[in-house]
T-cell receptor
């Protein structure tokens, strides 16, 4: 049973446009959400996170939106750059799920076309 | 800051041998370290959680006797794949949670590519 879902395995966006990556979760105990960027054969790099008490968190070109009632979050990248091309993982954690443990989605491969 | 290293980055071994992978937090102390496994085009799957000085907690379906985890100090955890077989070939990634950090913080190592022939 997949508790964190990223239903789009891939996404292509033109340079300068907005990239929107989506993530859905099923476990109501999750209270913290994170986005990671990953290149092949490397470990994930933390991008941005959001607590369940907020509905938006912004850091430079990256903004994460959380809709708790829909159990949905999204990562917006504006403007998209070729260097943003990577696989993006959504992850969730919660005290009910066990402190410190992260549950990952399957990832979305973003390709930013110059 | 918050750098996690893994060694080796890549290892090829024969079936039946054992392989040890080290995970080190270089500039912070980590009470908790995690081991993940990633198959091609799949998500990161948590294998086990290790706390310094105590036994690791394994996820369901992960064989404790096959994947031995030792977290002997606040900066080092090791994963030993015993009697490795080709199906153990994968990308293994560790992460570490700082001693004084937010419980949600995890810093990831660069990963180790294991190929079992």
């Amino acid at each position: 049973d997949q508790q964190v879902k990223q239903n789009s395995p891939s996404l292509s966006v033109q340079e300068g446009r907005i990239s929107i990556l989506n993530c859905d979760y099923t476990n109501s105990m999750f209270d913290y959400f994170l986005w990671y960027k990953k290149y092949p054969a490397e470990g994930p790099t933390f991008l941005i996170s959001i607590s369940s008490i907020k509905d938006k968190n912004e850091d430079g070109r990256f903004t994460v939106f959380l809709n708790k009632s829909a159990k949905h979050l999204s990562l917006h990248i504006v403007p998209s750059q070729p260097g943003d091309s990577a696989v993006y993982f959504c992850a969730a954690s919660g005290r009910g799920a066990g402190s410190y443990q992260l549950t990952f989605g399957k990832g979305t491969k973003l390709s930013v076309i110059p | 800051g918050a750098v996690v290293s893994q060694h080796p980055s890549r290892v090829i071994c024969k079936s039946g041998t054992s392989v040890k992978i080290e995970c080190r937090s270089l500039d912070f102390q980590a009470t908790t370290m995690f081991w993940y496994r990633q198959f091609p085009k799949q998500s990161l799957m948590l294998m086990a959680t290790s706390n310094e000085g105590s036994k690791a907690t394994y996820e369901q379906g992960v064989e404790k006797d096959k994947f031995l985890i030792n977290h002997a100090s606040l900066t080092l955890s090791t994963l030993t794949v015993t009697s490795a077989h080709p199906e153990d070939s994968s990308f293994y990634i560790c992460s570490a949670s700082p001693l004084a950090g937010d419980y949600n913080e995890q810093f990831f190592g660069p990963g180790t590519r294991l190929t079992v022939l």
